[in-house]
Protein backbone atom coordinates (compact mmCIF):
# COMPACT_ATOMS: atom_id res chain seq x y z
CA UNK A 1 0.00 0.00 0.00
CA UNK A 2 1.31 3.45 -0.79
CA UNK A 3 2.40 6.41 1.55
CA UNK A 4 0.04 8.32 3.29
CA UNK A 5 0.30 11.37 5.51
CA UNK A 6 0.33 10.06 9.17
CA UNK A 7 -3.04 11.50 10.18
CA UNK A 8 -4.33 9.73 7.43
CA UNK A 9 -7.52 7.48 9.26
CA UNK A 10 -8.46 5.19 6.32
CA UNK A 11 -8.28 4.70 2.68
CA UNK A 12 -10.70 3.88 0.35
CA UNK A 13 -9.43 0.45 -1.22
CA UNK A 14 -12.11 0.03 -3.45
CA UNK A 15 -15.11 2.77 -4.14
CA UNK A 16 -17.60 0.82 -6.96
CA UNK A 17 -20.32 1.97 -8.58
CA UNK A 18 -22.58 0.06 -11.22
CA UNK A 19 -26.06 1.57 -12.43
CA UNK A 20 -28.16 -0.93 -14.44
CA UNK A 21 -30.89 0.29 -16.73
CA UNK A 22 -33.10 -2.20 -17.89
CA UNK A 23 -35.56 -2.44 -20.59
CA UNK A 24 -38.45 -1.41 -18.37
CA UNK A 25 -36.79 1.82 -17.15
CA UNK A 26 -36.12 0.31 -13.84
CA UNK A 27 -32.86 1.88 -12.25
CA UNK A 28 -30.45 -0.81 -10.24
CA UNK A 29 -27.64 0.99 -8.50
CA UNK A 30 -25.31 -1.70 -6.44
CA UNK A 31 -22.98 0.55 -4.48
CA UNK A 32 -19.79 -1.54 -3.42
CA UNK A 33 -16.81 0.28 -0.95
CA UNK A 34 -14.15 -1.17 1.11
CA UNK A 35 -11.68 0.80 3.37
CA UNK A 36 -8.26 0.20 5.17
CA UNK A 37 -8.68 1.21 8.60
CA UNK A 38 -5.36 3.23 9.58
CA UNK A 39 -5.88 5.12 12.89
CA UNK A 40 -8.67 4.92 15.70
CA UNK A 41 -10.54 7.97 14.38
CA UNK A 42 -11.05 5.84 10.95
CA UNK A 43 -13.72 3.67 13.23
CA UNK A 44 -16.73 5.83 12.00
CA UNK A 45 -16.47 4.27 8.78
CA UNK A 46 -18.21 0.89 10.18
CA UNK A 47 -21.18 2.13 10.50
CA UNK A 48 -23.01 2.00 7.34
CA UNK A 49 -26.45 3.76 7.07
CA UNK A 50 -28.91 2.94 4.04
CA UNK A 51 -32.19 5.19 3.85
CA UNK A 52 -35.31 3.84 1.26
CA UNK A 53 -38.72 3.85 0.89
CA UNK A 54 -41.80 3.01 -1.67
CA UNK A 55 -39.94 5.22 -4.28
CA UNK A 56 -36.36 3.77 -3.90
CA UNK A 57 -36.51 -0.35 -2.66
CA UNK A 58 -33.28 -1.75 -0.93
CA UNK A 59 -32.72 -5.05 -2.51
CA UNK A 60 -29.79 -6.31 -0.15
CA UNK A 61 -27.22 -5.00 2.45
CA UNK A 62 -24.39 -6.92 3.54
CA UNK A 63 -20.51 -6.37 5.29
CA UNK A 64 -17.66 -7.60 6.02
CA UNK A 65 -14.52 -7.61 8.27
CA UNK A 66 -10.98 -8.78 7.41
CA UNK A 67 -8.70 -8.80 10.12
CA UNK A 68 -5.02 -8.22 10.22
CA UNK A 69 -5.26 -11.30 12.60
CA UNK A 70 -7.72 -13.88 12.91
CA UNK A 71 -10.86 -15.21 11.33
CA UNK A 72 -13.27 -13.08 8.59
CA UNK A 73 -16.23 -11.56 9.51
CA UNK A 74 -19.58 -11.16 7.96
CA UNK A 75 -23.20 -9.47 8.71
CA UNK A 76 -26.17 -8.99 6.17
CA UNK A 77 -29.49 -7.44 6.34
CA UNK A 78 -30.83 -9.94 9.07
CA UNK A 79 -28.11 -8.22 11.57
CA UNK A 80 -29.15 -4.34 10.75
CA UNK A 81 -31.31 -1.94 12.87
CA UNK A 82 -34.15 -0.74 10.73
CA UNK A 83 -35.95 2.37 11.99
CA UNK A 84 -38.39 4.74 10.83
CA UNK A 85 -36.69 8.38 9.98
CA UNK A 86 -39.82 10.53 10.38
CA UNK A 87 -42.69 10.26 12.84
CA UNK A 88 -44.89 12.39 10.91
CA UNK A 89 -47.64 11.09 9.13
CA UNK A 90 -46.40 12.21 5.40
CA UNK A 91 -43.08 10.63 6.12
CA UNK A 92 -44.10 7.20 7.42
CA UNK A 93 -42.80 5.29 4.27
CA UNK A 94 -39.68 6.75 5.15
CA UNK A 95 -37.30 4.28 6.78
CA UNK A 96 -33.16 3.67 6.80
CA UNK A 97 -30.75 0.54 8.18
CA UNK A 98 -28.37 0.76 10.17
CA UNK A 99 -25.27 -2.15 9.99
CA UNK A 100 -22.32 -1.73 12.03
CA UNK A 101 -19.80 -3.41 10.63
CA UNK A 102 -17.49 -5.82 13.48
CA UNK A 103 -14.16 -5.18 14.35
CA UNK A 104 -13.50 -1.53 12.15
CA UNK A 105 -10.01 -1.34 13.92
CA UNK A 106 -6.53 -0.11 13.05
CA UNK A 107 -4.82 -2.65 10.14
CA UNK A 108 -8.40 -4.28 9.06
CA UNK A 109 -10.01 -3.71 5.97
CA UNK A 110 -13.69 -3.31 6.17
CA UNK A 111 -16.30 -3.71 3.40
CA UNK A 112 -20.24 -3.32 2.39
CA UNK A 113 -21.93 -3.71 -0.65
CA UNK A 114 -25.86 -2.49 -0.91
CA UNK A 115 -28.36 -2.47 -4.24
CA UNK A 116 -30.98 -0.06 -4.56
CA UNK A 117 -33.79 -0.13 -7.03
CA UNK A 118 -35.79 2.75 -8.41
CA UNK A 119 -38.47 3.89 -10.77
CA UNK A 120 -36.97 5.87 -13.72
CA UNK A 121 -38.72 9.08 -12.89
CA UNK A 122 -35.06 10.58 -12.77
CA UNK A 123 -32.95 9.04 -14.97
CA UNK A 124 -29.22 10.33 -14.03
CA UNK A 125 -27.01 9.45 -11.96
CA UNK A 126 -23.50 10.62 -9.81
CA UNK A 127 -20.84 9.17 -9.30
CA UNK A 128 -19.08 10.57 -6.37
CA UNK A 129 -15.37 9.50 -6.52
CA UNK A 130 -13.44 11.57 -4.22
CA UNK A 131 -13.24 11.51 -0.77
CA UNK A 132 -12.24 12.92 2.48
CA UNK A 133 -9.50 9.85 2.92
CA UNK A 134 -7.45 9.05 -0.33
CA UNK A 135 -9.16 6.32 -2.70
CA UNK A 136 -6.44 3.63 -4.08
CA UNK A 137 -9.27 2.73 -7.21
CA UNK A 138 -12.70 4.25 -7.67
CA UNK A 139 -14.74 2.16 -10.67
CA UNK A 140 -18.26 3.39 -12.08
CA UNK A 141 -19.92 1.06 -14.58
CA UNK A 142 -23.03 1.96 -16.72
CA UNK A 143 -25.40 -0.77 -18.34
CA UNK A 144 -27.99 0.38 -20.72
CA UNK A 145 -30.42 -1.13 -23.05
CA UNK A 146 -30.00 -1.26 -26.68
CA UNK A 147 -31.01 1.96 -27.79
CA UNK A 148 -30.24 4.18 -25.40
CA UNK A 149 -27.36 6.61 -24.95
CA UNK A 150 -25.56 8.84 -21.92
CA UNK A 151 -24.10 12.05 -21.36
CA UNK A 152 -21.68 12.70 -18.95
CA UNK A 153 -20.16 15.60 -17.60
CA UNK A 154 -17.04 16.01 -14.71
CA UNK A 155 -16.82 18.45 -11.86
CA UNK A 156 -13.64 19.27 -10.12
CA UNK A 157 -11.82 16.60 -12.78
CA UNK A 158 -10.11 16.54 -16.07
CA UNK A 159 -12.77 14.36 -18.22
CA UNK A 160 -11.45 10.64 -18.75
CA UNK A 161 -12.98 8.18 -21.09
CA UNK A 162 -14.37 4.90 -20.45
CA UNK A 163 -13.98 1.46 -22.00
CA UNK A 164 -16.73 -0.19 -23.73
CA UNK A 165 -18.30 -3.16 -22.24
CA UNK A 166 -20.75 -5.94 -22.94
CA UNK A 167 -23.50 -4.93 -25.65
CA UNK A 168 -23.85 -1.60 -24.22
CA UNK A 169 -22.19 -0.85 -21.55
CA UNK A 170 -18.82 1.36 -20.16
CA UNK A 171 -16.56 1.67 -17.47
CA UNK A 172 -14.68 4.25 -15.97
CA UNK A 173 -11.90 3.99 -14.20
CA UNK A 174 -9.30 6.14 -11.29
CA UNK A 175 -6.82 5.40 -9.22
CA UNK A 176 -4.64 6.91 -6.70
CA UNK A 177 -7.25 9.90 -5.61
CA UNK A 178 -5.92 12.21 -3.16
CA UNK A 179 -8.32 13.38 -0.21
CA UNK A 180 -10.12 16.65 -0.29
CA UNK A 181 -8.57 17.87 3.18
CA UNK A 182 -10.99 19.94 5.58
CA UNK A 183 -9.08 23.26 5.92
CA UNK A 184 -10.50 26.46 8.38
CA UNK A 185 -12.83 29.29 5.84
CA UNK A 186 -12.90 27.03 2.76
CA UNK A 187 -15.66 26.41 0.16
CA UNK A 188 -18.27 24.01 1.16
CA UNK A 189 -16.43 20.29 0.46
CA UNK A 190 -19.10 19.02 -1.92
CA UNK A 191 -18.13 22.03 -4.09
CA UNK A 192 -14.64 20.88 -4.23
CA UNK A 193 -14.74 17.14 -4.06
CA UNK A 194 -14.50 15.57 -8.07
CA UNK A 195 -17.43 13.61 -9.06
CA UNK A 196 -19.19 12.38 -12.67
CA UNK A 197 -22.88 13.52 -13.73
CA UNK A 198 -24.65 11.18 -15.99
CA UNK A 199 -27.60 11.55 -18.07
CA UNK A 200 -29.03 8.63 -19.71
CA UNK A 201 -32.27 8.14 -22.23
CA UNK A 202 -33.29 6.16 -24.99
CA UNK A 203 -31.74 7.13 -28.87
CA UNK A 204 -35.09 7.66 -30.09
CA UNK A 205 -36.88 10.00 -27.58
CA UNK A 206 -39.88 12.45 -27.75
CA UNK A 207 -38.65 15.29 -29.96
CA UNK A 208 -35.15 13.62 -30.36
CA UNK A 209 -33.60 15.13 -27.53
CA UNK A 210 -32.04 14.07 -24.17
CA UNK A 211 -35.41 15.62 -21.81
CA UNK A 212 -32.77 16.08 -18.71
CA UNK A 213 -29.74 17.73 -20.84
CA UNK A 214 -30.02 21.00 -20.45
CA UNK A 215 -31.16 23.37 -17.37
CA UNK A 216 -34.65 24.42 -18.92
CA UNK A 217 -35.18 20.63 -19.60
CA UNK A 218 -34.77 19.79 -16.36
CA UNK A 219 -37.17 23.04 -15.01
CA UNK A 220 -39.87 21.73 -17.56
CA UNK A 221 -39.59 17.95 -15.77
CA UNK A 222 -39.99 20.25 -12.23
CA UNK A 223 -42.51 22.38 -13.38
CA UNK A 224 -44.52 19.30 -14.40
CA UNK A 225 -43.47 17.22 -11.15
CA UNK A 226 -45.00 19.95 -9.11
CA UNK A 227 -47.65 21.26 -11.21
CA UNK A 228 -50.74 19.57 -9.54
CA UNK A 229 -49.56 20.54 -5.98
CA UNK A 230 -50.46 23.98 -5.51
CA UNK A 231 -54.31 23.85 -5.31
CA UNK A 232 -55.76 26.10 -2.86
CA UNK A 233 -58.50 24.89 -0.63
CA UNK A 234 -61.08 27.05 1.64
CA UNK A 235 -59.09 27.15 4.58
CA UNK A 236 -56.15 28.24 2.63
CA UNK A 237 -58.05 30.86 0.75
CA UNK A 238 -59.68 31.79 4.29
CA UNK A 239 -56.40 32.10 5.61
CA UNK A 240 -54.76 34.52 3.41
CA UNK A 241 -57.91 37.00 3.77
CA UNK A 242 -57.14 37.03 7.21
CA UNK A 243 -53.19 37.47 6.90
CA UNK A 244 -53.84 40.18 4.68
CA UNK A 245 -56.40 41.93 6.06
CA UNK A 246 -55.38 45.66 6.77
CA UNK A 247 -52.28 45.58 4.46
CA UNK A 248 -52.28 48.11 1.99
CA UNK A 249 -49.44 47.00 -0.59
CA UNK A 250 -48.88 43.98 -2.53
CA UNK A 251 -45.26 44.31 -0.35
CA UNK A 252 -46.87 44.29 2.92
CA UNK A 253 -49.18 41.18 1.36
CA UNK A 254 -45.90 39.53 0.60
CA UNK A 255 -44.57 39.95 3.87
CA UNK A 256 -47.28 38.84 5.80
CA UNK A 257 -47.83 35.66 4.04
CA UNK A 258 -43.88 34.98 4.05
CA UNK A 259 -43.94 35.59 7.69
CA UNK A 260 -46.76 32.92 8.40
CA UNK A 261 -45.23 30.08 5.92
CA UNK A 262 -41.71 31.02 7.77
CA UNK A 263 -42.71 30.73 11.57
CA UNK A 264 -45.95 28.75 11.63
CA UNK A 265 -44.77 25.54 9.28
CA UNK A 266 -42.67 23.63 11.11
CA UNK A 267 -39.81 22.42 9.07
CA UNK A 268 -39.71 18.41 8.56
CA UNK A 269 -36.54 17.13 6.30
CA UNK A 270 -37.04 14.67 3.39
CA UNK A 271 -34.79 13.40 0.71
CA UNK A 272 -35.52 10.07 -0.41
CA UNK A 273 -36.46 8.93 -3.75
CA UNK A 274 -39.10 11.38 -5.97
CA UNK A 275 -39.99 12.01 -2.49
CA UNK A 276 -36.87 14.28 -2.19
CA UNK A 277 -37.73 16.62 -4.90
CA UNK A 278 -41.58 16.25 -5.23
CA UNK A 279 -43.76 18.50 -2.56
CA UNK A 280 -46.86 17.38 -1.27
CA UNK A 281 -50.33 19.39 -1.92
CA UNK A 282 -50.55 22.49 -0.49
CA UNK A 283 -53.76 21.44 1.42
CA UNK A 284 -51.86 18.76 3.47
CA UNK A 285 -49.10 20.89 4.33
CA UNK A 286 -51.50 23.81 5.52
CA UNK A 287 -53.38 21.18 7.64
CA UNK A 288 -50.68 19.02 9.21
CA UNK A 289 -48.13 23.13 9.56
CA UNK A 290 -45.29 20.82 8.87
CA UNK A 291 -43.08 20.03 5.73
CA UNK A 292 -39.39 20.40 4.35
CA UNK A 293 -38.05 23.14 2.18
CA UNK A 294 -40.20 22.40 -1.29
CA UNK A 295 -43.27 21.79 0.67
CA UNK A 296 -43.07 25.37 2.62
CA UNK A 297 -42.15 26.88 -1.03
CA UNK A 298 -45.37 25.10 -2.42
CA UNK A 299 -47.87 26.78 0.46
CA UNK A 300 -46.42 29.94 0.29
CA UNK A 301 -47.16 29.93 -3.47
CA UNK A 302 -50.36 28.87 -3.28
CA UNK A 303 -51.12 31.63 -0.81
CA UNK A 304 -49.36 34.15 -3.04
CA UNK A 305 -51.01 33.25 -5.94
CA UNK A 306 -54.64 33.59 -3.83
CA UNK A 307 -53.35 37.54 -3.51
CA UNK A 308 -52.62 37.34 -7.03
CA UNK A 309 -49.00 37.96 -6.52
CA UNK A 310 -46.95 35.25 -9.28
CA UNK A 311 -43.83 33.28 -8.29
CA UNK A 312 -41.76 30.95 -9.17
CA UNK A 313 -39.90 27.71 -7.58
CA UNK A 314 -36.02 28.02 -7.38
CA UNK A 315 -33.74 24.57 -6.78
CA UNK A 316 -30.47 25.25 -5.50
CA UNK A 317 -28.15 23.47 -3.25
CA UNK A 318 -28.00 24.65 0.24
CA UNK A 319 -24.06 24.76 -0.12
CA UNK A 320 -22.33 27.29 -2.60
CA UNK A 321 -20.74 25.91 -5.36
CA UNK A 322 -21.90 22.79 -6.32
CA UNK A 323 -24.08 23.41 -8.85
CA UNK A 324 -22.27 24.13 -11.41
CA UNK A 325 -23.37 25.94 -14.93
CA UNK A 326 -22.30 23.61 -17.30
CA UNK A 327 -22.95 20.35 -15.56
CA UNK A 328 -26.69 20.29 -15.61
CA UNK A 329 -28.03 18.23 -13.28
CA UNK A 330 -31.13 17.26 -11.34
CA UNK A 331 -29.27 15.67 -8.76
CA UNK A 332 -27.20 18.36 -7.35
CA UNK A 333 -30.19 20.20 -6.17
CA UNK A 334 -31.01 19.86 -2.06
CA UNK A 335 -33.35 22.54 -1.40
CA UNK A 336 -35.84 24.58 -3.08
CA UNK A 337 -37.20 28.48 -2.16
CA UNK A 338 -39.08 31.16 -3.84
CA UNK A 339 -39.14 33.67 -6.68
CA UNK A 340 -41.42 36.29 -5.92
CA UNK A 341 -42.25 38.80 -8.48
CA UNK A 342 -41.24 42.02 -6.96
CA UNK A 343 -44.31 44.95 -6.99
CA UNK A 344 -44.03 48.12 -8.13
CA UNK A 345 -43.92 50.20 -4.92
CA UNK A 346 -41.43 51.34 -2.82
CA UNK A 347 -40.85 49.41 0.22
CA UNK A 348 -40.57 51.05 3.59
CA UNK A 349 -37.44 49.32 4.01
CA UNK A 350 -34.65 47.93 2.11
CA UNK A 351 -35.47 44.72 0.78
CA UNK A 352 -31.92 42.96 -0.38
CA UNK A 353 -32.23 39.87 -2.22
CA UNK A 354 -33.91 41.63 -5.04
CA UNK A 355 -32.80 41.39 -8.60
CA UNK A 356 -33.51 41.78 -12.41
CA UNK A 357 -33.85 38.34 -14.06
CA UNK A 358 -34.04 38.45 -18.29
CA UNK A 359 -38.00 37.73 -19.54
CA UNK A 360 -38.91 37.87 -15.48
CA UNK A 361 -37.97 41.28 -14.35
CA UNK A 362 -37.76 41.83 -10.88
CA UNK A 363 -37.57 38.94 -8.18
CA UNK A 364 -37.59 38.89 -4.48
CA UNK A 365 -35.75 35.31 -3.62
CA UNK A 366 -36.93 34.35 -0.22
CA UNK A 367 -36.16 31.13 1.62
CA UNK A 368 -39.26 30.17 3.64
CA UNK A 369 -37.26 27.35 5.83
CA UNK A 370 -34.86 29.65 7.23
CA UNK A 371 -36.76 31.12 10.60
CA UNK A 372 -34.36 33.55 11.36
CA UNK A 373 -33.04 35.36 8.39
CA UNK A 374 -35.00 38.63 8.25
CA UNK A 375 -37.67 39.16 4.98
CA UNK A 376 -35.89 41.04 2.49
CA UNK A 377 -32.32 38.96 3.04
CA UNK A 378 -31.09 35.67 2.19
CA UNK A 379 -28.88 32.81 3.77
CA UNK A 380 -25.29 33.20 3.34
CA UNK A 381 -24.98 29.74 1.43
CA UNK A 382 -27.69 30.78 -1.00
CA UNK A 383 -25.90 34.31 -1.61
CA UNK A 384 -23.54 33.82 -4.76
CA UNK A 385 -24.92 30.89 -5.50
CA UNK A 386 -26.58 28.75 -8.35
CA UNK A 387 -30.73 28.65 -8.53
CA UNK A 388 -32.56 26.77 -11.15
CA UNK A 389 -35.60 29.42 -11.77
CA UNK A 390 -38.41 27.20 -12.83
CA UNK A 391 -41.10 28.78 -15.00
CA UNK A 392 -44.42 27.48 -16.94
CA UNK A 393 -41.81 27.87 -19.91
CA UNK A 394 -39.24 25.74 -18.56
CA UNK A 395 -36.86 28.02 -16.43
CA UNK A 396 -33.35 29.54 -16.88
CA UNK A 397 -30.20 29.16 -14.23
CA UNK A 398 -29.49 32.11 -12.23
CA UNK A 399 -26.92 33.27 -10.01
CA UNK A 400 -28.31 34.68 -6.79
CA UNK A 401 -26.81 37.76 -5.83
CA UNK A 402 -24.10 38.07 -3.15
CA UNK A 403 -25.81 41.11 -1.09
CA UNK A 404 -23.25 43.60 -0.02
CA UNK A 405 -21.27 44.41 3.37
CA UNK A 406 -23.41 46.93 4.35
CA UNK A 407 -26.21 44.73 4.36
CA UNK A 408 -24.34 42.81 7.19
CA UNK A 409 -23.07 44.73 9.66
CA UNK A 410 -22.13 45.64 12.89
CA UNK A 411 -21.86 48.57 15.06
CA UNK A 412 -20.34 48.53 18.41
CA UNK A 413 -20.14 51.35 20.83
CA UNK A 414 -18.56 51.29 24.17
CA UNK A 415 -18.13 54.26 26.27
CA UNK A 416 -15.41 53.20 29.40
CA UNK A 417 -13.52 54.60 32.39
CA UNK A 418 -10.42 53.17 33.63
CA UNK A 419 -9.59 53.51 37.33
CA UNK A 420 -6.09 54.13 38.88
CA UNK A 421 -6.11 50.16 39.76
CA UNK A 422 -6.33 49.26 36.21
CA UNK A 423 -9.61 48.39 36.46
CA UNK A 424 -12.28 48.64 33.11
CA UNK A 425 -15.77 49.73 33.02
CA UNK A 426 -18.50 51.16 31.15
CA UNK A 427 -21.27 50.34 28.74
CA UNK A 428 -21.31 48.75 25.34
CA UNK A 429 -23.88 48.90 22.54
CA UNK A 430 -24.12 47.01 20.04
CA UNK A 431 -26.12 47.19 16.64
CA UNK A 432 -26.81 43.78 14.25
CA UNK A 433 -28.30 43.65 10.64
CA UNK A 434 -28.29 40.77 8.69
CA UNK A 435 -25.33 37.56 9.11
CA UNK A 436 -23.90 38.93 12.42
CA UNK A 437 -27.86 39.56 13.90
CA UNK A 438 -28.62 35.93 12.48
CA UNK A 439 -25.53 34.43 14.32
CA UNK A 440 -26.28 35.80 17.58
CA UNK A 441 -29.79 35.88 17.56
CA UNK A 442 -29.41 31.86 17.15
CA UNK A 443 -27.11 31.67 19.82
CA UNK A 444 -29.27 33.23 22.39
CA UNK A 445 -32.73 32.00 20.90
CA UNK A 446 -31.17 28.04 21.93
CA UNK A 447 -30.34 29.22 25.38
CA UNK A 448 -32.95 28.98 27.87
CA UNK A 449 -34.04 33.11 29.31
CA UNK A 450 -31.68 31.88 32.43
CA UNK A 451 -28.86 30.87 29.72
CA UNK A 452 -28.79 33.84 27.76
CA UNK A 453 -26.57 36.31 29.86
CA UNK A 454 -23.94 33.10 30.06
CA UNK A 455 -23.48 33.93 26.26
CA UNK A 456 -22.17 37.44 26.59
CA UNK A 457 -20.48 36.69 29.78
CA UNK A 458 -18.46 33.67 27.49
CA UNK A 459 -17.88 36.54 24.96
CA UNK A 460 -16.58 39.14 27.26
CA UNK A 461 -14.16 36.11 29.08
CA UNK A 462 -12.55 36.04 25.65
CA UNK A 463 -11.18 39.31 25.57
CA UNK A 464 -11.60 40.39 29.30
CA UNK A 465 -9.60 38.00 32.03
CA UNK A 466 -11.80 38.47 35.56
CA UNK A 467 -15.01 40.33 34.09
CA UNK A 468 -18.11 40.71 35.59
CA UNK A 469 -21.28 41.24 33.32
CA UNK A 470 -23.82 43.63 35.65
CA UNK A 471 -26.54 44.11 33.35
CA UNK A 472 -27.61 43.41 29.80
CA UNK A 473 -30.77 44.78 27.57
CA UNK A 474 -31.72 43.03 24.57
CA UNK A 475 -34.13 44.78 21.82
CA UNK A 476 -35.42 43.17 18.74
CA UNK A 477 -34.22 39.42 19.64
CA UNK A 478 -37.28 38.01 18.17
CA UNK A 479 -38.40 40.75 16.00
CA UNK A 480 -36.12 39.71 13.31
CA UNK A 481 -36.79 42.93 10.92
CA UNK A 482 -35.41 45.27 13.07
CA UNK A 483 -32.03 45.48 14.10
CA UNK A 484 -30.75 43.41 16.73
CA UNK A 485 -29.79 45.51 19.78
CA UNK A 486 -27.88 44.76 22.53
CA UNK A 487 -26.55 46.78 25.28
CA UNK A 488 -24.70 45.74 28.62
CA UNK A 489 -22.27 47.31 31.26
CA UNK A 490 -19.50 45.12 32.91
CA UNK A 491 -16.30 45.62 34.60
CA UNK A 492 -12.94 43.39 34.44
CA UNK A 493 -9.98 44.19 36.65
CA UNK A 494 -6.47 44.36 35.36
CA UNK A 495 -7.03 45.64 32.07
CA UNK A 496 -4.84 47.63 32.17
CA UNK A 497 -0.73 47.24 33.16
CA UNK A 498 1.16 49.35 35.70
CA UNK A 499 4.83 49.33 35.27
CA UNK A 500 6.16 51.88 37.10
CA UNK A 501 4.74 55.59 36.01
CA UNK A 502 3.65 53.79 33.35
CA UNK A 503 -0.01 53.06 32.53
CA UNK A 504 -0.35 50.46 29.35
CA UNK A 505 -3.49 49.56 28.24
CA UNK A 506 -5.05 48.04 25.05
CA UNK A 507 -7.31 50.11 22.77
CA UNK A 508 -9.12 47.21 20.91
CA UNK A 509 -10.96 46.25 23.99
CA UNK A 510 -13.63 43.61 22.99
CA UNK A 511 -13.82 42.10 19.13
CA UNK A 512 -11.82 39.38 17.14
CA UNK A 513 -11.56 40.36 13.28
CA UNK A 514 -9.20 37.56 12.42
CA UNK A 515 -9.84 34.48 10.38
CA UNK A 516 -8.53 30.95 10.75
CA UNK A 517 -6.56 30.92 7.59
CA UNK A 518 -2.87 31.50 9.88
CA UNK A 519 -2.28 28.48 9.99
CA UNK A 520 1.33 27.44 9.31
CA UNK A 521 0.25 24.46 7.66
CA UNK A 522 0.30 25.00 3.93
CA UNK A 523 -3.42 25.24 2.52
CA UNK A 524 -4.27 23.35 -0.31
CA UNK A 525 -8.04 24.63 -0.70
CA UNK A 526 -9.15 28.48 -0.79
CA UNK A 527 -10.63 30.52 1.44
CA UNK A 528 -14.17 31.39 1.25
CA UNK A 529 -16.20 33.48 3.49
CA UNK A 530 -19.31 33.08 4.55
CA UNK A 531 -20.62 36.32 3.67
CA UNK A 532 -20.13 40.27 2.85
CA UNK A 533 -19.78 42.28 6.00
CA UNK A 534 -19.04 45.66 7.09
CA UNK A 535 -18.07 45.87 10.80
CA UNK A 536 -17.37 48.76 12.77
CA UNK A 537 -15.94 49.50 16.41
CA UNK A 538 -15.67 52.78 18.76
CA UNK A 539 -13.81 52.60 22.00
CA UNK A 540 -13.84 55.71 24.23
CA UNK A 541 -11.79 55.31 27.27
CA UNK A 542 -11.71 57.65 29.79
CA UNK A 543 -8.37 57.47 31.61
CA UNK A 544 -7.77 58.28 35.25
CA UNK A 545 -6.37 62.10 36.17
CA UNK A 546 -2.86 62.52 35.95
CA UNK A 547 -1.91 60.80 32.67
CA UNK A 548 -0.48 62.06 29.67
CA UNK A 549 -0.04 59.76 26.42
CA UNK A 550 3.20 59.07 25.78
CA UNK A 551 3.26 56.50 23.12
CA UNK A 552 -0.06 55.28 20.54
CA UNK A 553 -0.18 52.96 18.04
CA UNK A 554 0.41 54.27 14.75
CA UNK A 555 -2.65 54.17 12.46
CA UNK A 556 -3.11 50.85 10.18
CA UNK A 557 -4.98 51.02 6.79
CA UNK A 558 -4.63 47.51 5.24
CA UNK A 559 -6.69 45.69 1.56
CA UNK A 560 -6.28 43.03 -0.29
CA UNK A 561 -9.06 43.57 -2.57
CA UNK A 562 -11.64 41.20 -0.72
CA UNK A 563 -10.73 42.61 2.54
CA UNK A 564 -9.75 45.99 4.03
CA UNK A 565 -8.83 47.33 7.70
CA UNK A 566 -7.93 50.35 9.15
CA UNK A 567 -7.96 51.42 12.81
CA UNK A 568 -6.45 54.90 14.37
CA UNK A 569 -6.10 55.97 18.02
CA UNK A 570 -5.97 59.38 19.20
CA UNK A 571 -6.57 61.51 22.00
CA UNK A 572 -9.14 63.78 23.16
CA UNK A 573 -8.41 65.40 26.24
CA UNK A 574 -8.22 62.40 28.84
CA UNK A 575 -10.28 60.62 26.79
CA UNK A 576 -8.49 58.05 24.54
CA UNK A 577 -10.68 57.05 20.85
CA UNK A 578 -9.78 53.92 19.52
CA UNK A 579 -11.94 53.11 16.17
CA UNK A 580 -12.00 50.65 13.68
CA UNK A 581 -13.35 49.13 10.25
CA UNK A 582 -13.06 45.64 9.03
CA UNK A 583 -14.67 44.80 5.61
CA UNK A 584 -15.31 42.01 3.60
CA UNK A 585 -16.41 43.06 0.19
CA UNK A 586 -15.54 39.76 -2.00
CA UNK A 587 -16.10 36.27 -0.07
CA UNK A 588 -13.43 33.89 -1.98
CA UNK A 589 -9.75 34.27 -2.17
CA UNK A 590 -7.99 31.68 -4.63
CA UNK A 591 -5.46 29.78 -2.84
CA UNK A 592 -2.60 31.31 -5.00
CA UNK A 593 -3.55 34.90 -3.14
CA UNK A 594 -3.29 33.47 0.20
CA UNK A 595 -0.25 34.56 1.78
CA UNK A 596 -1.54 37.43 0.76
CA UNK A 597 -4.37 37.16 2.86
CA UNK A 598 -1.98 35.71 5.78
CA UNK A 599 -0.27 38.97 6.36
CA UNK A 600 -3.41 40.67 6.01
CA UNK A 601 -4.74 38.59 9.05
CA UNK A 602 -1.28 39.00 10.62
CA UNK A 603 -0.91 42.54 10.72
CA UNK A 604 -4.93 42.66 12.15
CA UNK A 605 -3.64 40.47 15.16
CA UNK A 606 -0.81 42.99 15.95
CA UNK A 607 -3.04 46.00 15.76
CA UNK A 608 -5.55 44.22 18.19
CA UNK A 609 -2.81 43.53 20.27
CA UNK A 610 -1.09 46.66 20.06
CA UNK A 611 -0.81 49.03 23.31
CA UNK A 612 -1.13 52.43 23.93
CA UNK A 613 1.82 53.75 27.19
CA UNK A 614 0.24 56.47 29.36
CA UNK A 615 2.95 58.43 31.34
CA UNK A 616 2.00 59.85 35.04
CA UNK A 617 2.22 63.58 35.15
Known sequence: MGKYPEDTNAVVLLDEQVTVITESGEIRTLYRRAYRILRPEGRKYGTVAVAFDKETHLNHLKAWTIPHEGNDYEVKDKDAVETQIFAELLYEDSREK???????????VIGYEYEQRRRPSLPQDTWRFQHDIPVRRARFELQLPVGWEYQVSWVNHAAEKPQAVGQNGWVWELSDLTA????????????????????????????????????????????????????????????VTELTAGTTTPLDKIRALAAFVQSDIRYVAIEIGIGGYQPHPAADIFTNRYGDCKDKATLLATMLAVAGIKSYYVLMNASRGVVVPESPSALDFDHVILAIQFPDVRPDSIVWAVQEVPELGKLLFFDPTDTLVPFGFLPDSLQGNYGLVVTDAGGQ??????????????????????????????????????????????????????????????FLGQFLGGSVLQAVGMQNLENFNRPLTLQYTFAATDFAKLSGDLFMVRPR???????????AKERKNPVEFAASTSQGDLFEITLPDGYTADELPEPVELSTGETSYKSKAEMNGNVLHYTRLYQITDIRVPAEQLK????????????ERSIAIFKKR
Not at 98 to 108: D, F, K, Q, R, V
Not at 509 to 519: I, N, P, Y
Not at 600 to 605: E, L, P
Request: include cysteine.
Open 98 to 108: LLEIPAAAPGN
Open 509 to 519: VLGSKGEDVLD
Open 397 to 458: LVKLRLLPAAANRLLRNAKLTLTPDGTLSGTVIELRWGTPAVELRARLLRASQADRQKVLEA
Open 180 to 239: VESEPSMPAWPSLAGRLCVTYYPRRTEGGTNRFGSWPAIASWYAHLAAERRQATPEIRQK
Open 596 to 607: HLQEFYRQVAMD
